[in-house]
């Protein structure tokens, strides 16, 4: 048994969730932590030792909920105004358009009004699919979702779930058995930002203010290859900020879950019908459709998957790709993030200091950032 719940090791745990969802005595429950990420813990009084925490674990049963990938496309969304409005070639839209014709209830994570939080939440509202749209980075909390999405499933509602891969499979893991009527998509996932630097971030920022618009990912004044920008708007001003210390810190995988730096699920069988991502490779692997506004990855890895392709073809331009080549070409189809081996470092640093001093060390451009850093990035580059 290799799970969080008897090893602690935090890099065992990705936050599902299921566990805590499937213990029949109510044993388990969410710990709050300093960085804010999820992680269950044990009332010993309450745990009859029935073992259904690990048989729910997606660290534990990775094998049995994933899929190799079958075949590999380019695609973009034929509305400019979509692709403006993704992270990429606009994939999640078309997607999710086609399914919700259908009478599917999607699921996806979404910023909280104060763009301070994320969580999942469902909806059959494309005014809500469309909060879902544009990458998040951050932990989206899953509270209450996995039984209220099985308790839908069972009463016969269509549901689209689209999450990281770990959630996804820990969602597979929980309900137990396969649905005709769950369609799920996952993302090639580069791992998860820490909640409370995101909540404290944002606070920084805003000094105050009620923001109007965030986002990671940002066209408004920006090519797609030029997009990873963090970008707020606050309510008293018209001007866009670009963040260029969140990004950094994102980048150089301070904040990031533990487990994302030994994830199961950063290879190329996959736990999801369809798996998107950023086709960062497009010039040279589908040079006729790269341009300024963003080409999607896709993969089909199951029958599903495969039956949606054709319904694709009237909102978006696809193109197959060599699998083996697109493939290799996405890093986290392969490996997992790399992690930082000053994280603990920073995370002290963290506590003994302003948010705003540990932001501009950690994720600045300043002499005093680079000297700090370089020793760690030789020893990170060594170990690649």
């Known amino acids: ?34 960085d804010a990420f999820a992680f269950p813990t044990v009332d010993a009084a309450k745990c009859v030792g029935c073992d259904k925490c690990r048989k729910v674990c997606p660290n534990d049963c990775a094998e049995a909920v994933i899929s190799p990938i079958r075949r590999t496309f ?62 998040k980075y951050v932990e989206s909390s899953l509270k209450d979702v996995y039984p209220a999405l099985k308790a839908e499933l069972d009463a016969g509602q269509r549901v689209f779930f689209t999450g990281t891969p770990c959630q996804v499979a820990g969602l597979k893991a929980f309900l137990g058995k396969e649905y005709d009527s769950l369609f799920t998509m996952d993302f090639v996932c580069h791992g998860v930002f820490s909640p409370k630097l995101m909540s404290d971030y944002i606070e920084l920022l805003s000094n105050g203010s009620k923001i109007a618009y965030f986002a990671f990912r940002d066209k408004t004044n920006s090519t797609w290859e030029a997009s990873e920008k963090p970008t707020i708007q606050c309510e008293d001003t018209s001007n866009l900020r670009y963040l260029p210390y969140c990004y950094r810190l994102i980048s150089r995988s301070f904040g990031h879950r533990p487990s994302c730096s030994a994830c199961k699920y950063a290879q190329s069988s996959r736990p999801s019908d369809i798996t998107v991502g950023d086709l960062w490779s497009a010039g040279w ?32 331009t696809l193109r197959e790709l060599d699998k083996e080549k697109a493939v290799s070409s996405a890093e986290h189809l392969n490996r997992p993030s790399r992690p930082s081996y000053i994280n603990d470092m920073f995370w002290k640093y963290y506590k003994r200091h302003s948010p705003r001093k540990t932001i501009e060390l950690y994720g600045g451009d300043s002499l005093k950032s680079k000297l700090m850093r370089k020793p760690f990035e030789y020893i990170n580059a060594k170990r690649r």
Do not use: W
């Open 74 to 135: 380019a695609l973009k969304h034929k509305s400019d105004e979509t692709r403006k409005r993704s992270s990429s070639g606009g994939a999640f839209t078309a997607i999710s358009d086609c399914l919700m014709e259908d009478g599917y209830k999607v699921y996806g994570a979404v910023f909280d009004g104060t763009y301070r939080h994320v969580m999942h939440v469902g909806s059959a509202s494309k005014d809500d699919r469309d909060r879902m749209r544009i990458s």
């Open 285 to 316: 692997l589908c040079p006729e459709l790269k341009d300024d506004l963003g080409v999607s990855f896709l993969s089909v890895n199951t029958d599903k998957g495969q039956a949606l392709l054709d319904h694709l073809k009237e909102s978006c």
């Open 1 to 34: 048994m290799n799970t969080y719940l008897t090893t602690k090791d935090e890099k065992s745990c990705c936050g599902c969730l299921s566990c805590v969802y499937s213990c029949p005595t109510g044993a388990i429950s969410v710990e709050n932590r300093f």
